[in-house]
């Protein structure tokens, strides 16, 4: 009959206002500052550095400064200074590591790249300031996150990285030489 | 009573003057519709309602509305018309107008004496009375304008619908 | 002292407040204008206010959002902060408009949206204007908004405007046929153009007199033209062609705001915006107003006389509140039609008002005549009813039919599947 398509549209919109009012899945809005945020497992906007020693999170982070992340960042958002010691040998550690995520995309290509797991996506998100210019740097301070963290927020994938860690100290040995072969 | 009989009247005649002097056609139209509107007042305060809202319905609502539909489909739609329409023999038309007020009018004003005593006893402008009065006495009358409104109709309709067709036997 | 009637209460105190008056006739007079032309004032642009927060509401469900929640408990302020933040707005006028139709088409859309509420019979004997052509006199006030409409797209000199203007008159001319058409109807089997005449006649006074609450109840509902079959066909056409006429959802195409910015509403701020918002909903409220004295039975619905009361004629729920609950009713039909339908194309709206609805209201026509004619048992219509229902029908599919296009091939859809 004519119309009939008509009242089915009607019918499922009438659905939808009704099962608003019961069903959870229908009304997905979460009120953000009041009800908790709704960042899932997949998140993933700006990178952080990861550290194993909860206690000692200079010590024990785990980045080299090798600068390969510098290096691939397409938009230029990292800057890197390696740490010298005082005979002025490279410490192989990074001494200002700054990402401006005013720049950054999100692109997680040096979490690609990072050769030591050192690098890793973030999933917060809560980062608006009053300063453009300096509170949008992120510096080395602020980046550093535990691996705890890590296993928090991307369980899966920290539980991959360590299983991958763990894998790789058993046999040492013929690490060095398998990126150029 | 008085009183509002001469404001509806004054905006009456004063719109009318302003709809055929004003050089901008919309703003023409406008006032026209005004003057209708003032008719209709004028209608109300005769008692005959329906003949008011009938005047509104069709002369604000349809021809009004239709003159500024034709004037939107023409080249001026801003309705700033820059050239100047002279007007040659306005004195012809002044003496048209009076005539047609003379012959048609004036024999009725001088029939009637005045001033008026007030008539609603014996008219009785009601809705069935109306209807009535175009059912029987006038029957022909309204046949024959309900004739021409239908064939004005289908001479509108095969009008829209000849181009489209002439270009399907083009194709064809 | 007449006893309580709750039906009647608030006339029974307006003619008791307007008989201390009666030594000064003049003053009289006013009071009884303004008694009757200030509550319409008071209460229409309140339903307003209520009805922008149901929609707000209504159309946020269907889309599975919330809806406004952050003024007052459920967002129930939030028409008041609208209306603020109207007001305070600046009021441009563009340099080249033409001003004084610009500031008068908010005026000439709301003057006539007021004074058409004024035929509408809100109860026995609460109609601010008894005048015995009250629908005809509805529909002609009701045709100068297409002429505000008009004035306001025109004079914002704007091509948008403009454009939603023309789109507008063409629009609301087309529909206003099957609109009175479909009235016309229920105009020939009442005989009259009262609208307190129309909805007397879809009273069962036998039944509502009787001295069984139920026969009361039922008398009340069971002669609403709805349940007759050019009722039923009108009210629907009538429905549908009062959607075009106030421009609302899917026949909203002078405001296309994804076509034409907001049609003839484009160059309005502040509080004209505000006007015409509010004429339109006014107006929505009268058409439904309308629709429900000429197909729901006015203000009459399932009721019964006060057990104190001998008056045959007394209520005891007062006949506004169902005059309101219908109009809400459909109001909310409204809404919800907004939150379903997409907007029309132009040649399809025209193609449906006049060679869909317009057939099927002519139609209707002959068939409330047989209707009338049809030989009676006891007076049920056992003949009318159901070969008027057929007919109906069956017209209403033959004209679909023929209404539809020829059949496009099917779409072949290459990236998507
Ligand atoms: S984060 Fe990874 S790639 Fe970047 S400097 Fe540190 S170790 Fe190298
Ligand atoms: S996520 Fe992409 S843009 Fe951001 S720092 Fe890493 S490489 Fe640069």
């Known amino acids: 009959m004519l119309g009939i398509g008509i009242l089915k549209g009607m019918v499922v919109t009438a659905k939808n206002f009704f099962g608003s009012f019961v069903n959870k899945r229908l009304l997905p809005t979460i009120q953000y500052p009041e009800a908790g945020n709704s960042v899932t497992l997949f998140s993933r906007n700006i990178p952080f550095l990861v550290y194993d020693n909860d206690e000692d999170p200079l010590g024990t982070m785990r980045c080299v400064a090798c600068k390969i992340c510098e290096k691939e960042c397409p938009p230029q958002c990292i800057y890197i200074v390696m740490e010298k010691d005082a005979n002025g040998k490279p410490a192989k550690r990074p001494k200002v590591f700054d990402i401006d995520i005013s720049v950054c995309m999100g692109c997680q290509i040096c979490v690609e790249v990072c050769p030591f797991e050192s690098i890793k996506m973030d999933s917060t998100f809560e980062l608006s300031t009053p300063d453009r210019f300096e509170g949008l740097l992120l510096k080395r301070e602020h980046l550093l996150k535990s691996n705890t963290y890590f296993h928090k927020i991307h369980p899966d994938e920290a539980q991959e990285v360590d299983d991958r860690l763990a894998a790789k100290q058993k046999k040492p040995a013929p690490t060095p030489s398998t990126p150029a072969a | ?48 309602e329906f003949l008011a809202a009938v005047q509104i319905l069709v002369y604000v609502g349809a021809v009004g509305i239709l003159i500024l ?9 801003t309705g700033n018309v820059k050239e100047h329409i002279e007007a040659h023999g306005a004195l012809w038309g002044l ?36 209807g009535l009065n175009l059912m029987a006495p006038y029957t022909i009358a309204l046949q024959v304008i309900a004739l021409l409104l239908t064939a004005a109709l289908l001479g509108a309709v095969v009008i829209a619908i000849s181009p489209e067709k002439s270009e399907e036997e083009k194709k064809s | 002292m007449t006893p309580i009637n709750p039906d009647q209460l608030i006339v029974q105190l307006t003619q008791w407040a307007l008989s201390f008056l009666d030594s000064y006739p003049l003053v009289a007079v006013l009071v009884a204008i303004l008694l009757s032309t200030v509550p319409l004032i008071a209460v229409f642009p309140g339903c307003f206010a209520i009805t922008t927060w149901l929609e707000r509401k209504g159309l946020a469900r269907i889309q599975n959002r919330i809806g406004p929640n952050r003024t007052g408990p459920l967002g129930i302020l939030q028409p008041a902060a609208d209306g603020i933040k109207m007001l305070l707005k600046e009021d441009i006028v563009p340099k080249t408009s033409d001003r004084l139709a610009h500031f008068l088409a908010p005026v000439v859309l709301m003057v006539p949206a007021f004074t058409i509420l004024s035929v509408l019979p809100f109860n026995r004997n609460m109609i601010p204007a008894a005048v015995d052509t009250g629908v005809i006199l509805f529909f002609a006030l009701g045709s100068v908004s297409t002429l505000a409409v008009f004035m306001a ?9 403009l454009l939603g203007g023309m789109r507008a008159i063409a629009q609301m001319v087309s529909y206003e046929l099957p609109l009175v058409l479909s009235g016309v109807t229920v105009i020939m089997m009442t005989g009259s153009l009262d609208t307190t005449k129309i909805v007397a006649q879809q009273q069962l006074s036998e039944w509502i007199q009787s001295s069984n609450a139920g026969l009361q109840c039922l008398g009340q509902i069971i002669g609403w033209n709805v349940f007759t079959p050019w009722g039923f066909a009108g009210f629907l056409i009538f429905f549908v062609a009062s959607l075009a006429e106030i421009n609302r959802c899917p026949f909203d195409l002078p405001e296309a705001d994804s076509e034409i910015v907001a049609g003839h509403l ?26 429900t004295t000429l197909f729901l039975g006015g203000w009459s619905g399932p009721n019964i006389r006060p057990p104190w009361s001998d008056d045959p004629n007394a209520l005891l729920i007062p006949g506004f509140v169902w005059f309101f609950a219908k109009m809400f009713a459909l109001m909310l039909v409204m809404i919800w039609i907004r939150g379903t339908l997409p907007r029309l194309r132009v040649d399809h709206l025209m193609g449906f008002a006049w060679k869909f609805l317009l057939p099927l209201a002519i139609m209707n026509i002959f068939v409330g005549g047989f209707y009338y004619y049809a030989p009676r048992w006891h007076g049920i219509p056992v003949v009318g009813w159901p070969i008027g229902f057929l007919v109906m029908y069956l017209s209403y599919e033959c004209i679909g039919r023929l209404n539809r296009g020829p059949k496009t091939a099917q779409r072949v859809y290459h990236y998507a599947s």
């Open chain 2, 95 to 130: 003496a048209g107008a009076t005539a047609v007020l003379l012959t048609l009018l004036l024999p009725a004003i001088l029939k009637t004496a005045l001033p008026l005593q007030p008539v609603v006893e014996t008219i009785d402008p009601s809705v069935r009375a109306l």
């Open chain 3, 153 to 161: 797209g025109w004079s914002s000199r704007n091509k948008y405007s």
């Open chain 2, 1 to 48: 009573m008085i009183i509002t009989f001469s404001i509806l009247s004054a905006i009456a005649v004063i719109s009318a003057l302003l709809a055929v002097r004003l050089r901008n056609l919309v703003h023409a139209t406008l006032t026209l519709m005004a003057f209708f509107v003032a008719l209709a007042g004028l209608f109300i305060l005769l008692m005959a």
């Open chain 3, 266 to 291: 484009t160059e309005y701020s502040g509080f004209k915006y505000a006007l015409f918002f509010m004429s339109e909903y006014v107006s929505a409220f009268a058409i439904n107003g309308l629709s």
């Open chain 2, 69 to 77: 539909f034709a004037i939107m489909l023409t080249q001026q739609v």
